[in-house]
């Protein structure tokens, strides 16, 4: 029973920085794994990072996003820096609990947000 509750997603400029969070309901162990996808218009939903044993990123976001927990407070972050108007999507953050697991794959996740809009203005 986990519900994913997004928040953080507004308008920020290029260069500026921005972080999302996600809260989730109930209890998540720390063997289970958090990722944020991202969805722009007409473009696939696509892995940005995740988090489990250890962090992944997608190639576009390394070095500038980061991923984090707080499993005290169930709560996920995405902190994004130097964004440009190519990061501008919706960003879902997905929970994976149990079964096979791949990180940049979204039928891995068994729990989605509702989905928060980022956009990165020119």
């Known amino acids: 029973q986990v519900q994913l509750v997004e928040s953080g997603g507004g308008l920020v400029q290029a260069g500026g920085s921005l972080t999302l969070s996600c809260a989730a309901s109930g209890r998540l162990f720390s063997t289970s794994a958090m990722g944020w996808f991202r969805q722009a218009p007409e473009k696939e939903r696509e892995f940005v990072a995740a988090i489990r044993r250890g962090t992944y990123y997608a190639d576009s976001v390394k070095g500038r996003f980061t991923i984090s927990r707080d499993n005290a407070k169930n709560t996920t972050y995405l902190r994004m820096n130097s964004l440009s108007p190519e990061d501008t999507a919706v960003y879902y953050c997905?929970?994976?609990?149990?079964?096979?697991?791949?990180?940049?794959?979204?039928?891995?996740?068994?729990?989605w947000g509702q989905g928060t809009q980022v956009t990165v203005s020119s």
């Open positions: 997905a929970a994976h609990t149990r079964g096979t697991f791949y990180y940049e794959r979204p039928v891995a996740y068994d729990y």
